[in-house]
């Protein structure tokens, strides 16, 4: 999930990637959070790392976070996950780098 960095006018996220993953992995992962970064943006209500969560909770179809802890995942950004991973199996197979 994206990390809320800064408030005002101008909405500003941070995706932070665990470090080691690499190549193929790391443009799926890159991907995945990109969709969270549009699930967030797309909504104007979302301010806020409270505001975001609550977003994230809603598309997950969890109603509110109970906790900040609470794992959270929305089908849009697993689904963008799968098409990269087909996508790049796709290329590899007829020889695209
Ligand atoms: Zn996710």
Redesign the pocket.
Same mark, same amino acid.
Request: charged share 15%.
């Given at each position: 999930?994206p990390h809320w960095i800064a408030g005002g006018e101008t909405r500003y996220v941070r995706i932070l990637i665990k470090n080691g993953i690499a190549g193929e992995r790391l443009v799926v992962v890159f991907g #995945?959070e990109l969709q #969270?970064v549009v699930e967030a943006l797309e909504d104007a209500t979302v301010v806020d790392a409270t505001t975001m969560r609550g977003r994230f909770a809603h598309l997950a179809g969890k109603g509110s976070p109970r906790d900040s802890t609470e794992p959270l995942?929305?089908a849009q950004?697993v689904a963008v996950e799968r098409r990269i991973a087909i996508e790049l199996s796709e290329w590899r197979r007829m020889g695209v780098r």
């Open positions: 999930m #995945h #969270h995942e929305t950004a």
